[in-house]
């Protein structure tokens, strides 16, 4: 016999939900009107978000005495919201039934069904008198993670005096101090005045700074595999050192990078001991030792793929990983040998010289298989990873491939590749998977020697990203550009897989991957060049909290000659996406238009992902 279905909900709808239940016996159903005398500035819409008359309308209260609590907790409710719109001296009326709720006793006695009428007169709006701290902060030099002043916040004299203000002055206050290394710094005491004669609000604030601190000894408690004096020395807090949040941030922001731990916990001591040091403590909740997962993927010009991975978090005690990866992309040829395949080993060793450095070795062998040749590689590497600022990653490998390259006309044949990869990255973006605001800058330099053809070159690139927003960030302006360049070797003796393509979903939507670049005269197929340039402008805007649209404009193309020529036409892509907003980033959906498509290109494509394009 055949059930009935149950009902489900996709992006806050739901389906086939049955008809609603009766309200249970005793309950009261209501409804409930809100009346604001003076709603400038949107009063009206704070009002009923703060109101639980208002959040729960669509349930009806379990009886007269709930339906009264709720009633009468909303008096203080909808205060604390004017507060927040700095009306200091409102009329609060709330009438069930027509009578008085502040009045009504808790045992009155309701039909099956009440009204509810709200009348607000919220006064007028107040501005900040006089506002007096005692114990101001002091300026802290060279730290681009302070809070905002109170200026910036508007806790000035003349200014609207918002609750929150005060609240938010406070926190910047205290957070100040701990950024000087008074790490207990606290409010002693706070008065607001409220004067309705001439609407204004003065405030006094007095900040109990305390001592100055350093950073004492560091406990840690709940490891069961992990070796706890690593868990401490990772976290970088050195004994001795002057006390500053931002390095509490970065010891989370540290053992979190070891992906050892699914929960950590940086405690303080309650107080600076009389020597000046303040104890740490760590508190961890360690993860499965092993991990194995997979993916698929899908673009309607690269064909589908699929990777699997197998992961030792922990080998010996200090986080030390094992990855074990494969993959296969490309599968829209009708030859199994003409997909994309790669299998891979990578072993990370964190925390080698300092705690900001880990080495990391990797052995792989892969095909690699777009329309314009195939590359068939084995190769290895080996280096360091250090990060000296929160903001700035350096890398350094040694780096050997031996492959055979063939279905090409540029770059064919047998290479062994010796090289140096360097690379240097600035992230100032405020976000790694949304940036709003900021920028980020990527340089590498690849120095190279090939073996069989005895060619010294290298390979220089460059990438800029930039982000601009405005409207609380629901409308983000977003650029991106990159250039590339190999030199010290002749076009036909440079492995095809080292020539710069350009086209894909991480250059030039709407083109096939590795689609865009110089063309043989001959055959008029596409090649790889020496140089390249590509960019890209997007708006992301906000249609509502979980839901973007993004409008996109990519161009770019890559060139026989060492440098881009710009004599040479750039190829242009345009399109829009769709992102649905999530706690790990946003879901990204694009459909891209090719605006100059070479003979043969599709007319559209499409791309699914995690993440910003970039």
Partial sequence: MPGSADAFEIFGMRFFEGPPEPPPEGSVSYTVEFEVLDNDGGLKSAIERASVLEEERDEPSPGAAALISRAQSDYQRILASLYEKARYGPTISILVDGREAATMPIDAELGDTAQVHVTVDPGPEFHFGRVEVTNPPPD?????????????????????????????????????????????????????????????????????????????????????????????????????????????????????????????????????????????????????????GGGVNYSTLDGAGAEAYWRHRNLFGRAEKLNLGASVSGIDAQDPTEYNYRVEATFIKPGVFTPYTDFRSTIY????????????????????????????????????????????????????????????????????????????????????????????????QLEGRAYYGFADDRFVLAGRAAVGSIFGAPLQEIPANKLFFAGGGGSIRGYPYRGVGPRDPVTDEVHGGRSYFVGSVEARVKVTESIGVVPFFDFGNAFNSELPDFDEPLKTAAGIGLRYYTSLGPLRFDVAVPLDPYDGDPNVAFYIGLGQAF
Avoid: C
């Fill in 140 to 292: 802290v030099p060279d730290d681009d993670s302070l809070p905002p002043t109170l200026e910036t916040l508007g806790l000035v004299a003349g200014g609207t005096a918002e609750a929150n203000k005060i609240i938010a002055g406070e926190a910047s206050l205290v957070g100040r101090w701990r950024e000087n290394s008074y790490a207990k710094a606290r409010i002693a005491e706070r008065t607001a005045s409220a004067y309705h004669d001439n609407s204004t609000l003065d405030v006094a604030i007095d900040v109990a700074p305390g001592r100055p601190a350093v950073f004492g000894p560091t406990t840690v408690s709940g490891t069961s595999r992990m070796d706890p004096a690593f868990v401490a020395y990772y976290a970088g807090l050195k004994v001795g050192e002057k006390f500053d949040p931002d390095r509490i941030d970065r010891a989370r922001d540290q053992l979190r990078r070891l992906e050892v731990f699914k929960a950590v916990r940086i405690v303080e001591g309650d107080e600076i001991n009389p020597d000046g040091t303040l104890d740490m403590g760590i508190e961890v909740a360690e993860r499965p030792l092993r991990v194995f």
């Fill in 365 to 460: 062998a892969d095909q690699d298989s777009p329309d314009t040749y195939r590359a068939r590689t084995l190769g290895g590497n080996f280096g360091l990873q250090h990060r000296p600022t929160t903001r700035i990653t350096m890398s350094g490998y040694a780096s050997f491939e031996a492959s055979t390259i063939d279905q090409t006309d540029y770059g064919d044949g047998d290479f062994l590749f010796a090289s140096l990869p360097l690379s240097i990255e600035y992230d100032g973006s405020n976000n790694e998977y949304n940036p709003t605001r900021g920028y980020k800058v990527i340089g590498s330099l690849e120095p190279f020697y090939e073996i069989n053809n005895q060619n010294i070159g290298g390979i220089a």
